[in-house]
């Protein structure tokens, strides 16, 4: 592995392989292969009937069956904390709106306490009405705001000390919160999405930016809008830390909707080209994830994009 930049494994939490064994054989896999870091997704239950549009698809529709094994990314981060002793430990991304700010905020600072501030929180607004309504959350058309908020309560809860705060969709006097998160002021915050109003998170509140579900032209288009987005707070576009995450599926070229070969798939020579492409636009940070059903082929897989594709990008 490169060092200078970031390769990152998602370990599957929703899916066929989405098995406690696979996801630690996964973590540790990570670790030897030499991977910064390991990432979760975030869905607490599916919901039996679903209307909503998954927003990172041609066709709108999530990518399993929504009847597959499904892991909480918060519990499970927990036990990859234990598991693991290098790999910083991130959500790809973690819906803000399903928990509490409060909880969540400690929860995270005291992963990042025991984990010896290997945490990273990716955010995002979450897109599955249906999940918001089983848990009950804040309302779906707010959840904007909520993030915003809640990322707010995140920071400073993990600063430490006594903290209150008053908002449109949260307050609480002041309560102590000790210990701090280990990482200062706070774990890193890379916010997801595309839309105009998530790069425009990104600029006010985020460390990074998390992209997913975009060619070239169009991660290149977001790009404009981030920078944009940055300027008009005054916020400097390269202190922003750019990650990317791409499914792979080494030697089997995938069809997208549009007819075209879908990013990440097809020969090493091939995948090693989208990722320079991207790295290209100022990404330094990538995570990855396989796309098959196959337990052994997945450890192959990554094996092979680690020895094979990541020294090459």
């Known amino acids: 592995m490169r060092q200078d930049l970031e390769f990152g494994l998602d370990v599957g939490v929703y899916g066929r392989l989405a098995l406690p064994a696979e996801v630690m054989k996964l973590a540790r896999l990570a670790e030897d292969e030499g991977f910064h870091s390991v990432w979760l997704a975030d869905h607490v239950v599916f919901p039996t009937e679903v209307a909503s549009q998954y927003p990172y698809s041609p066709d709108g529709k999530f990518p399993v069956a929504l009847d597959e094994h499904l892991l909480e990314p918060i519990a499970t981060m927990g036990v990859l904390v ?14 803000i709106p399903y928990r509490n700010p409060i ?22 607004v979450g897109w599955l009405e249906e ?3 089983a848990l009950n959350c804040f309302d779906f058309s707010k959840r904007g705001i909520v993030t915003d908020e809640y990322l707010e309560i995140f920071k400073a ?6 903290v209150a705060y008053e908002g449109k969709t949260y307050r609480f006097d002041a309560v102590h919160s000790q210990p701090p998160s ?7 915050i890379l916010v997801g999405g595309t839309s105009k109003r998530a790069l425009k ?40 830390s750019l990650h990317h995450k791409l499914f792979i599926n080494i030697d089997e070229a995938m069809i997208g909707k ?31 994830r396989y796309i098959g059903e196959s337990a052994s082929e997945q450890q192959n897989q990554i094996a092979r994009f680690a020895a094979e594709i990541a020294p090459k990008i």
């Open 201 to 240: 998170r990104v600029a006010r509140i985020a460390d990074g930016w998390l992209s997913v579900g975009l060619g070239l032209d169009a991660l290149t288009e977001k790009l404009s809008d981030l920078k944009a987005a940055c300027d008009d707070v005054n916020r400097a576009y390269d202190d922003l």
């Open 82 to 95: 234990g598991a693991t002793q290098t790999v910083k430990i991130g959500t790809a991304v973690l819906v």
């Open 157 to 162: 809860i993990c600063s430490g000390g006594e």
């Open 131 to 133: 999940e918001f309504l």
């Open 182 to 188: 280990l990482q200062r002021p706070h774990p890193p």
């Open 103 to 124: 909880l969540l905020a400690r929860m995270l600072s005291t992963l990042d306490q025991f984990s010896n501030g290997r945490i990273i929180l990716g955010a995002g």
């Open 258 to 288: 549009d007819g075209g070969r879908v990013p990440g798939t097809g020969s090493s020579e091939q995948i090693i080209d989208d990722f320079k492409r991207v790295r290209d636009l100022g990404y330094k940070g990538f995570i990855v």
